[in-house]
C-alpha cells in the first residue's frame, strides 16, 4: 500500500534521498519502505552491542540486486567497528528484511 505521508526524510540520509531522485514515485516510495525496513532490521541487531536507540541517520543502506545491502554504520568512535549484513527480499507486494550484526575484526 502506499505511504500516507513521506517518511523519506526522517528515515533516509541526504545522500540516500539524493540515491532516489531519478526514480519515479512509486519506485522511490518502494525503495524507501525497503530502506525502513532495513534500518529498523539493523538497529534491532545493534541493541544488544550499543543497548541505545540507533537513530535512521545512523546507518546508510544501500540494497543491492542480488538481495543483499552495503551498510555503513555513523556510530560514534567508542561504538564499533561492527560487520552488518542485510539481506531483503520483496514478494507480493511485502518487504522482508534480515540484519546480522557482528563485532568488527579491529575491536
Known sequence: MPLRIDIARKVLTDDERAELDTLSEPERMAEVRLRFSAKEAIYKALDPFVRRYVGFHEV???PLPDGTSQVRAHLPPTEGPFD????????DG??????????????
Not at 542485510?86 to 514478494?91: A, D, I, P, Q, S
Not at 511485502?94 to 575491536?107: I, M
Request: hydrophobic share 45%.
Open 94 to 107: 511485502l518487504v522482508l528484511t534480515t540484519a546480522r550484526v557482528s563485532s568488527g575484526a579491529s575491536r
Open 60 to 62: 546508510s543502506v544501500r
Open 84 to 91: 552488518v549484513e542485510v539481506r531483503w527480499l520483496r514478494r
